[in-house]
């Protein structure tokens, strides 16, 4: 089983910029896997699916994140990225990390995101 662990939460002023890091236990350049994904959940809210990047490197982003965060990955660190800037008060979350294998969804445990002036 693929162990993921995310970091990089914590609180910041609107308009503000964090960069989450997910690390993976095992490597994510393999055609084994389908895509890696970021998603939040709110308090009371479902979670949401915000990026995709597939092992290609092909990227798909919530229209509401879309020119604001940047998912990318580096297979080097077996490392996925979420860049996110101009931070606003509605993308407070819990952070979650996923990778979709050929098998199964692996989550990472969720790095909380604050964002209030």
């Known amino acids: 089983q693929m162990r993921l662990v995310e970091s990089g939460g914590g609180t910041v002023q609107p308009g503000g910029s964090l960069r989450l890091s997910c690390t993976s236990s095992?490597?994510?350049?393999?055609?084994?896997?389908?895509?890696m994904e970021w998603y939040r959940e709110a308090p009371g809210m479902q979670r949401e699916a915000v990026a995709t990047?597939?092992?290609?490197?092909?990227?798909n982003y919530t229209d509401s994140v879309k020119g604001r965060f940047t998912i990318s990955r580096d297979v080097t660190k077996n490392t996925i990225y979420l860049q996110m800037n101009n931070l606003k008060p509605e993308d407070t979350a819990n952070y979650f990390c996923?990778?979709?294998?050929?098998?199964?969804?692996?989550w990472g445990q969720g790095t909380q995101v604050t964002v209030s002036s």
């Open positions: 990047i597939t092992v290609a490197g092909r990227t």
């Open positions: 095992g490597t994510i350049y393999t055609r084994n896997i389908n895509s």
């Open positions: 996923a990778v979709n294998t050929i098998w199964a969804t692996n």
